[in-house]
């Protein structure tokens, strides 16, 4: 077999015959393939027929989109077939090449250890630092071709495959399951950005659900608990009740047209999308105040301050997880940080200090210490709805068996690693004993935890392991910490 020469045959003909539209299946992605095939191969441990054979197959696997598009795995074969005699190739050879072709048609089923590896080496970019720009090409490459129509469901549709994608051969999951899945994350935060953008259906009508219980949640805390009982909050809830308890104004109209300045505020801070479906949510709490004949529950000032809280912080909870505020101090807080040196958190306190300050002076002490405690309880409440379920640990690892821990962590745990190079030992008495290590950074949720400290205590009993919790330094109003 004179494999220099088909392969430079086809290569010839591939850099000088296939389409300009193909951005992703050009001779770029032939010649990657080829020495995705001979590293994998290397790793593998194939014979050296085999490995001619598997780079033929590699170098002809994408031939067919010199003619055609959908299905060239078949055209693939037939240009073998034609060619490949020309090069001393028997047909047993050529039986073997199209067999390893056909396997690289999507879903992909290979069916020998050969076949593997180039299926491997076809889709090698999906776990590699690359993926973006060649997921980029094939994008443009599928909108030229009418399969994909927009950015948005091409995403979708790569969020699918990363999903459902395994490799086959060992090597290929040692070295790229773990980059894989990282890209999968990256693409699944892209997606719900865009979606926040523009309000995809999908996403509209699941946070219109959200906003209208948290309403009705808030709306029954505010009438069945605070407001019979002259109770306050934070925030821009707690300055409507006040205006509400001083001035005997509507509580309905005050809390929207308290909280219009920020929503219009939010407009320009934040973004149009998360204005108007603020202004939407804090209407849709006036009208539950006007229209709702909530019950008064109790008068008990434990209860209230307790429950009041807790219903009051399920209601906004819900509606911030739908990606508004009912409240315009998240907003307020935003822009004076952006434009101050007080942080966030500073400026949230010395707001809520006034209003309970004036809540104190007006209705008592004791008044403002239970308002206190029912911002407390809302504000925890707050958290927990927001972050309770999703709220992420960070956990270190350090464990002489740190290869076989990284395989099951991606591969069964499912989760992206990080690591870091560091030596272990130093032990009192035996200063002078120590190794290089792996030490293994994961980050997974908190009902994750039990199942990867168990996971890591089978691999290895006594390994290291240390947890912190995960705290979001940035980013988004919606995303921070409550502001309450």
């Not at 000032?301 to 009051?312: S, Y």
């Not at 069964?412 to 035996?430: A, D, S, V």
């Amino acid at each position: 077999m004179r494999f220099e020469d088909a392969r430079n045959h086809l290569l010839n003909k591939l850099e000088n015959e296939l389409p300009a539209h193909l951005n992703y299946h050009n001779i770029q992605h032939t010649r990657e393939v080829l020495s995705a095939c001979e590293e994998l191969a290397a790793t593998e441990h194939i014979s050296e027929h085999d490995l001619i054979l598997l780079k033929t197959a590699a170098a002809y696997h994408d031939a067919g989109f010199l003619t055609v598009y959908t299905g060239h795995e078949e055209e693939s074969c037939k240009m073998a077939t034609a060619f490949l005699p020309d090069f001393d190739y028997t047909p047993e050879d050529i039986d073997e090449i199209c067999r390893m072709i056909r396997a690289t048609h999507l879903p992909q089923e290979p069916r020998d250890l050969n076949s593997k590896i180039l299926c491997d080496a076809d889709l090698y970019y999906l776990g590699t630092n690359n993926y973006r720009e060649n997921a980029e090409n094939l994008f443009l490459e599928m909108m030229t071709a009418g399969l994909v129509k927009s950015r948005i469901e091409w995403t979708e549709k790569q969020i699918h495959f990363l999903e459902e994608h395994t490799y086959f051969t060992r090597s290929a999951i040692d070295k790229l399951s773990a980059k894989q899945h990282q890209n999968l994350v990256e693409v699944r935060a892209e997606l719900k950005f865009a979606h926040s953008v523009t309000g995809h259906k999908n996403f509209y009508l699941s946070d219109l659900f959200l906003i209208l219980i948290g309403v009705f949640i808030a709306g029954f805390a505010l009438r069945g608990f605070l407001v019979p009982n002259k109770f306050f909050d934070g925030g821009m809830t707690g300055i409507s009740l006040l205006i509400h308890e001083i001035y005997k104004f509507n509580l309905s109209y005050v809390i929207v047209l308290a909280n219009l300045p920020f929503i219009i505020m939010g407009l320009f801070t934040i973004n149009p999308h998360f204005a108007w479906k603020t202004l939407f949510c804090i209407s849709m709490l006036g009208l539950c105040q006007y229209y709702i004949p909530y019950p008064t529950v109790t008068d008990d000032k434990l209860l209230v301050a307790i429950f009041g809280g807790f219903f009051l912080g399920v209601g906004i909870g819900l509606t911030m997880r739908a990606g508004c505020a009912v409240d315009g101090i998240e907003v307020l807080a935003l822009y004076a940080w952006r434009r101050t040196s007080f942080t966030i958190s500073e400026i949230t306190l010395a707001l809520n200090m006034l209003i309970f300050s004036i809540a104190a002076s007006h209705f008592g002490i004791p008044t403002a210490l239970y308002s206190m405690l029912t911002y407390f309880t809302a504000s925890k409440t707050i958290d927990y709805v927001i972050e309770g379920i999703e709220a992420y640990t960070g956990v270190t690892i350090i464990s002489a068996k740190s290869d076989l821990i990284k395989h099951r962590l991606v591969n069964e745990l499912g989760r992206g690693i990080t690591i870091y190079k560091g030596e272990r030992g130093f032990l009192p008495g035996k200063f002078h004993i120590h190794s290089d290590v792996d030490i293994i950074f994961t980050v997974i949720t908190r009902l994750e935890l039990r199942r990867l400290k168990n996971l890591v205590s089978e691999t290895d009993p006594h390994a290291f392991v240390f947890a912190n919790t995960i705290k979001e330094a940035s980013g988004g109003v919606m995303k921070r910490r409550h502001i309450h």
